[in-house]
């Protein structure tokens, strides 16, 4: 059964930490999105890779958060440093198909971070 | 004017009735259209997608996108109790943007 995993489950941080956040597509897959969830933005894309390179960012506040795929089987979203506001679930999806298919999207189960 | 605008519900249905969930859009560039389910605590799943205007039907669930009138449709026939969650729908557009609604909440009251 094939499926996206992410660790961790929960983080609660202060203010100021550093959190980093890990992702595992399913295998062959070669889109990996970063997603940001809220009660009042609702679902958020904040990045995208497509072949382990970044192709759209746009979403993501540069100054502190920053993504990566070191390898195929690794996706990383850190936060550096954090802010109350950075309180969500997050999650990671990665899909299929390469140019032009975001339509069909597999997600994880989240990370739901919490900083105080 | 919102992209995308979805009614945050909670719709509440009785179990066996068919449950109509909506979107509608601003942005005629959106050619892919979506619709994720969400239960609590968990990650959105993908039901279906449909490519332009028309239908799709997948057992239970019956997709609809009207292009003129940037309106898509989910119907769920014979609902049942588990059917209850949050539905997102979403689009993608020609230059790979993509946009989720805020979700209705759905109780299938038994």
């Known amino acids: 059964d094939a499926r996206v995993t992410q660790t961790p489950r929960h983080k609660v941080t202060e203010m100021g930490q550093e959190v980093t956040m890990r992702c595992q597509p399913i295998?062959?897959?070669?889109?990996v999105f970063w997603y940001r969830q809220t009660m009042m933005q609702g679902l958020e894309l904040l990045a995208y890779?497509?072949?382990?390179?970044?192709?759209?960012d746009s979403g993501m506040p540069k100054d502190r958060f920053s993504a990566e795929m070191p390898d195929a089987t690794l996706a990383t979203l850190k936060i550096q440093p954090s802010e109350p506001r950075d309180s969500a679930v997050y999650f990671c999806?990665?899909?299929?198909?390469?140019?032009?298919?975001?339509?069909?999207?597999?997600f994880g189960p989240g990370t739901r971070l919490t900083v105080t | 004017q919102k992209e995308v605008e979805q009614d945050p519900g909670p719709l509440s249905v009785p179990e066996g009735a068919i449950v109509s969930l909506n979107c509608t859009y601003s942005?005629?560039?959106?050619?892919?259209f979506m619709w994720y389910r969400q239960y609590s605590r968990k990650g959105p799943e993908l039901l279906m997608y449909?490519?332009?205007?028309g239908n799709k039907e997948d057992g239970r669930f019956t997709a609809q996108v009207d292009k003129s009138s940037k309106y898509i449709s989910l119907f769920i026939r014979d609902s049942q109790p588990s059917d209850s969650a949050t539905y997102l729908c979403?689009?993608?557009?020609?230059?790979?943007?993509?946009?989720f609604g805020k979700g209705t909440r759905l109780h299938i009251l038994p």
């Open positions: 999806a990665s899909g299929p198909y390469p140019s032009g298919s975001l339509h069909e999207q597999y």
């Open positions: 295998l062959g897959h070669n889109t």
């Open positions: 890779f497509r072949n382990r390179a970044p192709l759209d």
């Open positions: 942005n005629s560039a959106f050619q892919y």
């Open positions: 449909t490519y332009s205007s």
């Open positions: 979403a689009m993608q557009s020609r230059d790979d943007k993509i946009i």
